[in-house]
């Protein structure tokens, strides 16, 4: 028997399926008859479409079809909807300019889709693609985010003026100029968040295929949730959204982007229908460049209001964000309510106001990426803080530790509206500091100086709020073959959520975890489902899983007593087992399923315990830490070597260490990347973009990363029984400010007081040489 308890760092169950190349992915997936689609995409910035020929790639042999916006828009297709609506601080609706699914009369960035071209084999789709004759009147492009808004800036849609997507303010205005107005000292930074390109491992996909008969299709594609997919592409068809079928196998990273609908799901849909067919499409490297949505880009000035003791009183912001040429699913709510949640983070500030300015630009859309909206908020403050505690003399450490909220303030309300149960941030920092050997920084600055280089620390104090759907689901079903199948509403793309549910199902009723199936990703057979997004997997579907035990316990306590003879108030249950309370009479757990199905088949009264609960999600979780970062420089080259980084982080009670860690370290890593070398550039006057392939486009590997070390303060959360933290964005959100406070820490003695991301080593080597 394998018994799998809370706390415990399994090894995760479903790694050796997918390591010894079991795992089954959406581009692995072949249905009879299947043809095959491909995208041509613009390869202007901004251009009106003069002409659109299709009639060579039409008659090449294996095209099926080739379809352009004409095409779409009689046959009734709609746009891609944004799922996100604000209203501006003047009272007024934001721009809601149209994102056609195939380009209607223009095209708004390189990559934007044109024609979908299906044929019986990709490489005759590829070559008619190529035969495709577009007739192109070239514009003027912006694809700078502070720039959209000037003067005289080429205009994304004609009807938007300045490019300004939404204008948006969250905050008491009044009270946080007071503040200012007061304050003995005021900071003042205006920092970049450089715009990131997804690379998740698997390249989106999407499969359709449609059944005349039922009127239904079934979609396989690689999202985080298929339920949401389901539910905004039915009004693009105009249809139910129980005519569509979702079905998400093995996904390989998601980091956010694929929890969106994209033009690609709405065009093979479209073409199976008009085939008669199944269609599938499935980018390459270099389309995803293009095609995916990308993450960050925001260009906020931030202020700090301090009196004459070092307290923070309040804050003020101003933030340029970049929508890209339209909105994707959610676009608008990141900057925003995502964004602010957490302003102020773990400090006693008075008042916060901030305001958002969305920005269109000849780009690829942007979207949330790993940690939505928070990462940016806590590089904004953190950078803050930092250049708060030189400007007043402060140790960085103390500055922060005299802000910090105590335990005994919570809970506490934040002035823009959230509220957090739970944090010990003192008890956090002194470990991080202690774990870091900070107090004995000085004594390696000096080893290093010696050596010729650059060294210095930076810490970041994050603090991340958790979001997501308001409901879970969960279903618990005890199968013929003596498995015990779980039908969850989330979705895993690679976070380990198979080990976690599976330890919570054994720890809960205690069957051996071999037995323990995990099901998810189909929207026929899990009816709803929140899916993942938000580091909410755990919280909210660990909820779920509870409510519904408790139901399979209270179901097997009745049919306990039928089959023990017994009242049900005696029966008691403990480690899989129902007994009668002070005797050695009982049955175990998958057994009595068994009876009572036997029972059933036989046409006899029986409980079946079998369940399935919605568990209503009351609040979400504020997981927090400190990561500091030690990095070491070499003056001559800009060359940055990361010498040493230790993260200690409050996610609550962790249900697998193990995993917490490994989310942990690819967060971290992910950060790291956005700090140092991920840099996404568009040429400013053709709007191309440059950084195009892996080419010129660096992430990290795993020989620029020191071992990473993770150390728990648990302080459980008060908002849900399991105690839980959300803990799949927590490194991404602390790590990007921690490494830039550590080089501007190292470059400090020269005279460096800035530096943008991403801090490449020409960057770096200019920032020393211009001080």
């Known amino acids: 028997m394998t018994k799998f308890g809370l706390a415990q760092p399994v090894r995760r169950v479903e790694d050796p399926r997918l390591l010894l190349g079991h795992g089954r992915y959406t581009d692995d997936i072949r249905l009879p008859g299947m043809l095959y689609g491909v995208v041509l995409r613009s390869p202007h910035a901004a251009a009106t479409i003069a ?3 299709t009639a060579a790639a039409a008659a090449l042999p294996g095209v099926a079809a080739v379809y352009t916006g004409a095409d779409l828009t009689a046959d009734g297709i709609g746009p891609l909807p944004c799922a996100v609506a604000l209203v501006n601080r003047d009272g007024s609706a934001m721009a809601t300019p149209p994102h056609p699914v195939l380009a209607q009369g223009a095209v708004r960035h390189v990559g934007d889709p044109v024609a979908f071209v299906v044929a019986d084999s990709v490489k005759a789709a590829r070559d008619a693609a190529e035969a495709i004759v577009v007739e192109y009147d070239n514009l003027a492009s912006i694809t700078d985010t502070a720039g959209a808004l000037e003067p005289g800036a080429p205009r994304v849609w004609p009807d938007v003026a300045d490019n300004r997507a939404f204008d948006w303010e969250i905050g008491d205005k009044a009270a946080t100029d007071a503040l200012f107005a007061k304050a003995a000292h ?16 698997e390249a989106r996909a999407a499969l359709a295929d449609y059944d005349a008969v039922t009127g239904r299709w079934t979609l396989y594609a690689n999202t985080q949730g298929g339920w949401l997919v389901k539910g905004l592409i039915n009004g693009v068809f105009g249809v139910e959204a129980d005519k569509f079928r979702i079905v998400t196998p093995d996904v390989g990273g998601g980091f956010g982007m694929k929890l969106f609908l994209y033009a690609e799901h709405v065009l093979t849909c479209y073409a199976a229908r008009k085939l008669g067919r199944p269609v599938k499409w499935a980018a390459d490297r270099g389309e995803a460049f293009l095609c995916d949505t990308q993450g960050r880009d925001n ?18 912001t101003r933030n340029i964000s970049n929508m890209g040429a339209y909105y994707s699913s959610f676009a608008p709510y990141i900057p925003t309510y995502a964004g602010t949640g957490v302003l102020g983070g773990v400090y006693a500030v008075q008042a916060v106001y901030a305001n958002v300015i969305g920005v269109f630009t000849n780009t690829v859309p942007v979207d949330a990426y790993r940690g939505a909206g928070r990462p940016e ?23 922060r530790r005299r802000n910090m909220l105590r335990p005994a303030d919570m809970p506490h309300a934040t002035p823009v509206g959230k509220t957090y149960d739970s944090g010990d941030f003192p008890r956090v920092l002194d470990t991080a500091l202690a774990t870091m050997d900070w107090a004995g920084f000085p004594a390696r600055q000096q080893a290093a100086a010696a050596a010729g280089k650059r060294r210095g620390i930076g810490m970041a104090y994050y603090l991340e709020a958790t979001g997501g759907d308001p409901t879970e689901r969960a279903e618990i079903r005890f199968a013929e073959d003596g498995g015990v199948d779980v039908y969850v509403g989330t979705q895993s793309t690679g976070q380990g959520h198979e080990t976690a549910y599976v330890q919570l199902i054994s720890s809960r009723l205690g069957i051996d975890a071999d037995l323990v199936r995990i099901r998810q990703g189909d929207t026929d057979t899990i009816p709803v489902g929140g899916g993942t997004g938000g580091a909410r997997s755990l919280y909210s579907e660990g909820q779920a899983i509870l409510v519904t035990t408790d139901t399979v316990i209270d179901k097997g306590r009745r049919a306990a007593a039928e089959e023990l003879e017994a009242a049900v108030g005696d029966i008691v249950f403990a480690d899989g087992r129902f007994a009668i309370a002070g005797t050695d009479r009982g049955i175990d757990i998958v057994a009595l399923a068994a009876t009572q199905r036997r029972k059933a088949a036989a046409g006899q009264t029986a409980i079946i315990l079998d369940a399935a609960e919605v568990a209503e999600i009351k609040a979400h979780t504020f997981p927090n830490g400190c990561h500091i970062a030690e990095v070491e420089i070499d003056p001559d080259t800009g060359t940055i070597h990361l010498v040493r980084y230790a993260v200690t982080d409050d996610v609550g009670k962790a249900v697998n260490p193990m995993i917490v860690r490994g989310q942990v370290h690819g967060g971290v890593a992910q950060g790291f990347g956005q700090a140092t ?16 392939s892996f080419t010129d486009y660096a992430l990290p590997r795993a020989a620029d990363m020191p071992e990473i070390e993770v150390a728990f303060v648990e302080v459980p959360c008060m908002t849900n029984p399991l105690g839980v933290k959300g ?3 927590a490194g991404a959100v602390g790590s990007p400010p ?9 470059l400090a003695a020269d005279g460096v007081r800035e530096i943008d991301m991403p801090t490449t080593p020409e960057r770096v080597w200019r920032a020393l040489h211009a001080a």
């Open 51 to 53: 002409s659109i020929d």
């Open 186 to 201: 005021v900071t003042r930074q205006t920092v970049v968040n450089n715009r990131i390109v997804v690379s998740s491992m």
């Open 299 to 316: 260009v906020t000035l931030g202020e700090l209001a301090i009196d004459a003791d070092g307290h923070v009183l309040a804050l003020r």
């Open 377 to 399: 908020a806590n590089y904004l403050v953190e950078r803050l803080m930092d250049q708060a505690a030189r400007e007043l003399g402060h140790d960085r450490a103390e500055f």
């Open 677 to 692: 070398m991920e840099r996404t550039v568009y040429d400013p006057d053709s709007g191309q973009l440059l950084s195009g």
């Open 727 to 729: 803990a799949g964005e």
């Open 738 to 746: 921690a490494v830039i406070n550590a080089i501007i820490d190292a």
